[in-house]
C-alpha cells in the first residue's frame, strides 16, 4: 500500500508498506480520511529519520478485517469509526476511564510516535480504540473530531463554560475555530482573536460574536468595554504564543478561569494577578475516548458544520505540496481523502 512517511528537515516521501494484518485484539481499517494537525509539523521540521512511522493522527474510516479475539460488542466489518490515537498498559486508572495517553507505564501515538498511522491506505489498531462516528457525519468530520475538534471539545469541558458567559478565545486555527463553533452551539457569548483577518472572517462565519486583531488593538481595553468592564468569565488560548497566554489572564474578571491548549512554548504568569482575582488555570490535553465519543453525539445532534474547518483536499499523491503548504500557513486545515 502507499504511505507517507516523514523523512526530517521539511521532507518526505510517498513509499509502499506492506497491508497491515491485524493481531489479537486488533482491527484494519480502510482509511477514508486522515486529517492534518499542527503537531505533524513538529516531525515534518525535525531533524532527518532514518525510519519513520507513517504519520496522521487524525484517523477515519471502516472496519474491513477483524482479529483474533475481537469480538462484536467491539467491532463489527462494515463499522464507521475514528480512532482514540493513544494505547498504553490497560491497566493503570487513567487507562481504564479511557484516558490512555496518561497511562502512568507507557503510552504510544498513532501516528504520532511509537506505532502507525493513517496517511496511508490501512491501518492497523486494537479494537479498544475504535469510536463509534455516527452515520450522518462525513468522514472529514470524524477525521476533525479524532484530534483538533475533539481537542477544542474537551477543553470546554474543563473550563466547564456555560450558556450566560463570555468566552474569549486566543487563535483561530483549527482548534480554535473549533472552540468558537462549539462554545457558540453551547450558548456562550464569543470573542475570537487572531493576527490573520482571514481567520477572524472564519470566525465570525463560526458563530464569534466580536473579533479582534491584537496586533493593532489594545486586547484588555476591548473585552472590558464589552463586558461592562468587568472581563470575561473564561478564556481559552490555542496560539502557544507567550503574549497570548499571558493576556488570557489578564481579560478575566475576578474569579475567572483560563484555559490551556496550545503545547510547546512558554508562559509567564502575573502571580499578583492571580491571586488578587483570585483566577483559575487550567491545562487540558486533547480527550479521553468517552469524551470523543461525546463530541461526535453533540456535533450530531446540533447539526454543525465540521466540515468547514477544511480549506483543502489531497489525495496521498500531494502530500508533499500539502506539507509544503501547511508548513507556509499557506493553507487552513487540510485532510487527506483515500
Known amino acids: 500500500m502507499e504511505a507517507v512517511v516523514f523523512k526530517g528537515e521539511r521532507k518526505l516521501e510517498l513509499v509502499e508498506r506492506p497491508k497491515p494484518r491485524p493481531g489479537l485484539g486488533e482491527v484494519l481499517l480502510e482509511i477514508k480520511a486522515s486529517g492534518m494537525c499542527g503537531t505533524d509539523l513538529h516531525e515534518y521540521r525535525g531533524p532527518h529519520q532514518a525510519d519513520a512511522c507513517i504519520p496522521g493522527h487524525e484517523p477515519c474510516g471502516i472496519v474491513v478485517e477483524l482479529g483474533e479475539g475481537v469480538s462484536d460488542k467491539e467491532a463489527v466489518l462494515g463499522d464507521r469509526v475514528m480512532v482514540h490515537h493513544y494505547d498504553g498498559c490497560r491497566t493503570c486508572s487513567h487507562c481504564r476511564e479511557g484516558w490512555t495517553q496518561m497511562c502512568t507505564s507507557h503510552s504510544i501515538v498513532y501516528g504520532g510516535g511509537g506505532a502507525d498511522g493513517a496517511h496511508a491506505h ?19 468530520t470524524g477525521a476533525a473530531i479524532s484530534c483538533g475538534t475533539g481537542t477544542a471539545y474537551g477543553a470546554l469541558k474543563r473550563l466547564a463554560l456555560a450558556g450566560d458567559e463570555t468566552l474569549v478565545v486566543f487563535g483561530q486555527g483549527p482548534v480554535g475555530l473549533s472552540v468558537t463553533l462549539l462554545a457558540k452551539a453551547m450558548g456562550a457569548r464569543i470573542i475570537a482573536l487572531d493576527v490573520m483577518a482571514e481567520r477572524r472572517d472564519l470566525a465570525l462565519q463560526f458563530g464569534a460574536d466580536h473579533v479582534i486583531d491584537p496586533s493593532s488593538e489594545n486586547v484588555n481595553k476591548v473585552v472590558k468595554s464589552l463586558t461592562r468592564g468587568l472581563g470575561a468569565h473564561k478564556s481559552m488560548d490555542c496560539s502557544s504564543n507567550p503574549t497570548a497566554r499571558a493576556l488570557s489572564l489578564k481579560v478575566l474578571r475576578k474569579w475567572g478561569t483560563a484555559c490551556l491548549v496550545g503545547v510547546r512554548g512558554d508562559m509567564q504568569i502575573g502571580v499578583d494577578t492571580m491571586i488578587l482575582k483570585q483566577l483559575s488555570l487550567v491545562g487540558s490535553w486533547t480527550f479521553s475516548k468517552s469524551g470523543q465519543a461525546e463530541c461526535a453525539d453533540f456535533v450530531s445532534e446540533r447539526n454543525l458544520d465540521v466540515d468547514a474547518l477544511f480549506s483543502h483536499e489531497f489525495a496521498l499523491q500531494d502530500a508533499e505540496e500539502a506539507y509544503r503548504l501547511f508548513d507556509a500557513q499557506g493553507m487552513g486545515k487540510g485532510v487527506f481523502l483515500m
Not at 489498531?125 to 462525513?138: C, F, I, Q
Open 122 to 140: 490501512y491501518m492497523k489498531v486494537p479494537a479498544h480504540t475504535l469510536v463509534g462516528l455516527p452515520d450522518d457525519l462525513s468522514f472529514k
